[in-house]
């Protein structure tokens, strides 16, 4: 079953900044594309950046400017850098690891920006 491991979430000031860490099997992660999430208490799962096994972008209009997504193909691992978080980035974040068939998941780590 596949798997993905998702890292460095948690409370930051207004401003402040983190990155996420996703990883996954190498012969999954190679082919396919990966994008974070995140979903706020009572609203809907939103897209937040999505990158394509050949590397091409794209991002949230909300997040544009402040956050950047790449992938470490030698570690099979997806990464979000987030800078500039403000309140209203609080959320949930999950990896997504798109094949043809089945999206895949992770276990969600919690974003929290104080004003």
């Known amino acids: 079953q596949v798997q993905l491991v998702e890292s460095g979430g948690g409370y930051v000031q207004a401003g402040g900044s983190l990155r996420l860490s996703c990883a996954a099997s190498r012969t999954i992660f190679m082919i396919n594309d990966m994008a974070w999430y995140r979903q706020a208490p009572g609203k809907q799962r939103e897209l937040v950046a999505a990158i394509t096994s050949r590397g091409s972008i794209n991002y949230a209009d909300s997040v544009k400017g402040r956050f950047t997504i790449s992938r470490d193909n030698a570690k099979s691992t997806v990464y979000l850098q987030m800078n500039s978080l403000k309140p209203e980035d609080t959320a949930v974040y999950y990896c997504?690891?798109?094949?043809?068939?089945?999206?895949?998941w992770g276990q969600g780590t919690q974003v929290t920006v104080s004003s």
């Open positions: 997504n690891l798109r094949t043809r068939g089945p999206w895949y």
